[in-house]
C-alpha cells in the first residue's frame, strides 16, 4: 500500500476527538470537520497578492486565486454537520452533493460536473470511511471524469484501516487526511 495518509495531529482536533469518543455529538463532528478541512485546504488555496496604490502608501490585499476551482465532494445528508460553514470562510469552495450508494446515483450526481484538472482541486469529505462505497466514487471519478487518483483528496474524520488498505491497493496516489484510524 502505497497510500497517502496524513493523520491530522491539531491538539484541539485531539481533544475534540475524544471528547466525541464519549459524548457522540453532532457538534465535535462540527468542529473537527472544520479544522480537518481548513488544515487540507490550507495546503491547496492559491492566493494572489493586489497592491493597491494610495495617495500617501501601497495597500496590501491578499485574495484567493479565481482562476482555481475548489470542489468538495461529499453526501450533505451524512456530513452537512461539518461542512456546514465552510462557505462561511472559504466561500470560493463549491460544494456538490453525491449519493454515492451505488453507480447509479453518482452518475445522477455529477453528470453535469466539470472538472478541470488544472484549475480544480478535488476532496472528498466524509465523517467515517468504513465501507467500498468511496471507492466506487473514486472509480467514477477516474473513467468518467479522468481524474488521476493523485489529483483526488479524501478527508475524514476516521478511517477504517481495512478500507484504507483497499484502497491502497487500488489507488495508491490517493490522499487521505484523517484524525484517527481504527
Request: charged letters at 25%.
Amino acid at each position: 500500500m502505497k497510500l497517502n495518509i496524513y493523520k491530522i495531529s491539531h491538539p484541539i482536533i485531539k481533544t475534540l476527538l475524544s471528547h466525541l469518543h464519549l459524548n457522540k455529538k453532532e457538534q465535535h463532528y462540527k468542529y473537527i470537520g472544520f479544522l480537518l478541512i481548513y488544515e487540507i485546504f490550507r495546503k491547496y488555496i492559491e492566493i494572489n497578492k493586489i497592491y493597491i496604490k494610495q495617495i500617501n502608501n501601497i495597500k496590501l490585499i491578499d485574495v484567493i486565486n479565481k482562476n482555481k476551482k475548489y470542489l468538495i465532494l461529499t453526501d450533505i445528508s451524512n456530513t452537512y454537520d461539518i461542512i456546514n460553514n465552510i462557505k462561511e470562510i472559504l466561500p470560493e469552495v463549491h460544494i456538490i452533493h453525491v449519493d454515492y450508494q451505488d453507480t447509479y446515483k453518482i452518475e445522477e450526481s455529477l453528470k453535469n460536473l466539470k472538472i478541470d484538472i488544472n484549475i480544480s482541486k478535488i476532496l472528498i469529505v466524509e465523517k467515517i470511511i468504513n465501507n467500498d462505497t468511496i471507492i466506487n466514487l473514486i472509480k467514477y471519478l477516474k473513467k468518467k471524469k479522468n481524474l488521476h487518483s493523485k489529483d483526488i483528496n479524501i478527508g475524514c474524520i476516521i478511517s477504517n484501516e481495512e478500507t484504507l488498505n483497499k484502497m491502497g491497493n487500488h489507488y495508491p496516489e490517493l490522499k487521505v487526511y484523517t484524525t484517527k484510524i481504527i
